[in-house]
């Protein structure tokens, strides 16, 4: 990158989307200051070392080392040289539905107090968050100004983020397309500048993130405030429901006697349908679209719109939790008193984020109902010990630990390692070699065939007509 392209940008809040953007940024030749406000994770990545588990980030924590610094204080970040301000706070959920906003509006209130008069600055709304928020933003900015009696020149833009936790580098550097939301040339011009190595793909990519062999140059889509932040909340709702939809055809499935993965394949491999997000199971977590689900349908009831479709989508994942307390109920009938072992603690693999993750609903329905539940997670078992203390689980150290002596393994994410462990081996140790596959992640033959009584989500129990033919 030429000196004359390089752009000052600040980060505020550094979790899985502020540190992976600044690292990108940093990478690609810009000068990044990350701010947050936990002094726990300021001084880690002060020192190297990821908050997060995320492919490739420790990688660049140490190539861009010279690129990028971190502290707690947006004051101290924010300066005569600073170009870009990225708001990458979170956006949680209120009881409500509603979008909580306080940290992104606690941010706005700092940038205003902050702000210089002589240099322009482009502020950007990463975090996802409710359509008119740019709106509010520039509204708290100004508020702060005039208290200060200080002008100040500044462009609030929404550019949502699309990037999935388990491949945030990669989705950061190689997307499908950047949206920048703006009223005004002069910004858009700027993150143009700031995005130019990626909307080119003329750089090299980093060692442990490579480029896509197919890829073609992501888009940039360029459109008004409000547009891009209803278009986020689409893109998420609009998945979600793919994945319910699937799910819904899983439950009418297995009352027929077919084999879901069988169907979507069949009906993925429609270009207009595409087979991604058709993967029937335990249903959807994660911190992004049980909450943008939640808003949508908040915004929606704020504006007397009912959207059904959104609805039935989350009652569906709700519904898809409890399919699983079904099944072990169906084969193990009593619950109290049996031992009950969890594979998968993330709401998806590749990432230790546990937030609104099956295993949470799950483990506490049967905790509930007096199993006992051991638990085993590739990454995630800290996080999940330290976020629910209160909740009595048994940590195993190994997928053969968690099967020891259990009446019955369910996996709740499709975490690779699960493929490889030795299911043969396993099965002899359960005192029940029941297994709930939430995933349909493994090969149901062979599990039979190693003695499990295997039930996936939307498969053929085993027994019956069609599944003795033996189709592969
Ligand atoms: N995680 C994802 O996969 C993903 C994907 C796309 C969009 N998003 C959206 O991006 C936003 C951030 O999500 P996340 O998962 O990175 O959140 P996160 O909880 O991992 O990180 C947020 C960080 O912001 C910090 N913070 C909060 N208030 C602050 C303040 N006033 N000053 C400085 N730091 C502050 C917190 O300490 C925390 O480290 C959310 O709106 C989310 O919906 C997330």
Redesign the pocket.
């Known amino acids: 990158m030429k000196p004359s392209e390089r752009l000052n940008v600040t980060v ?9 953007t600044a690292l990108a940024l940093a990478y690609l030749g810009h000068r990044l200051q990350c ?4 002094p726990e ?1 300021v001084e880690k990545l002060d020192r190297g070392i990821s ?2 588990y995320e492919q490739g980030l420790e990688e660049l924590l140490t190539d861009t080392r010279n690129q990028i610094s971190f502290n ?1 204080s ?1 004051p101290e970040c924010l300066d005569q040289n600073t170009d870009v301000l990225i708001i ?5 959920s209120k009881e409500n539905g509603d ?1 909580d906003l306080c ?2 509006e ?2 706005a209130r ?1 940038i205003g107090r902050n702000l210089l008069p002589e240099k322009p600055l482009v502020v950007v709304n ?4 409710p359509v008119g928020t740019a709106r509010r933003v520039d509204t708290v900015i100004r508020e702060e100004l005039e208290r200060r009696q200080v002008e100040g020149k500044f462009s609030v833009t929404s550019n ?6 388990g491949s ?1 580098l990669h989705d950061t550097l190689y997307p499908d397309r950047i949206v920048v939301g703006s009223e005004e040339v002069w910004s858009v011009n700027i993150l143009r500048q700031m995005y130019a190595p990626i909307l080119s793909q003329d750089f090299t990519p980093p060692r442990a993130v490579p480029r896509p062999e197919s890829m073609g140059l992501p888009a940039l889509v360029t459109t008004t405030p409000t547009s891009a932040e209803l278009l ?1 909340y689409t893109a ?1 709702a609009f998945l979600a429901a793919k994945i319910s939809f699937i799910n819904e055809i899983a439950g009418l499935a297995e009352k027929v006697g077919a084999d879901i993965k069988e169907v979507a394949r069949g009906v993925g491999l429609d270009h207009r349908i595409g087979s991604a997000f058709l993967n029937a199971g335990a249903g959807w977590g ?3 679209f049980p ?2 689900t939640r808003s949508l349908l908040h915004t929606a009831r704020q504006y007397g719109y009912e959207m059904p479709l959104t609805s039935a989508a989350v009652e569906v994942n709700r519904r898809q939790r409890m399919k699983i307390i079904e099944k072990l109920q169906e084969s193990l009938k009593v619950i109290r008193g049996s031992t009950i072992g969890i594979l998968g603690l993330s709401f998806k693999p590749n ?1 230790d ?1 546990i ?1 609104e993750s099956p295993a949470i609903e799950v483990m506490g329905e049967l905790l509930e109902l007096g199993a006992r539940v051991k638990a085993y997670d590739p990454v995630a078992m800290d996080k999940y010990r330290n976020t629910y203390p209160e909740q009595d689980i048994n940590y195993a150290a190994s997928v053969e630990e968690t099967a020891q002596n259990s009446d019955a393994l369910v996996l709740l994410t499709d975490w690779e390692q699960f493929i490889h462990a030795p299911w043969k081996d396993i099965a002899p140790t359960m005192r029940h070699p029941i297994f709930i596959d939430g995933r349909n992640l493994l090969q149901p033959e062979s599990m039979r065939q190693w003695g499990y009584q295997y039930l996936g989500i939307g498969r053929p129990t085993g027994s019956g007509f069609i599944n003795s033919l033996n189709i592969t």
């Open positions: 505020v809040g550094t979790g899985y989307v502020g540190l992976t701010v947050d406000k936990n994770i908050t997060i707690g947006l990458a706070v979170g956006t949680p979008t940290y992104v606690e941010v700092e990463k975090s996802t968050v949502p983020e699309f990037l999935r936790e945030a986020k998420n994660g911190s992004c909450k943008d990432t984020d937030r």
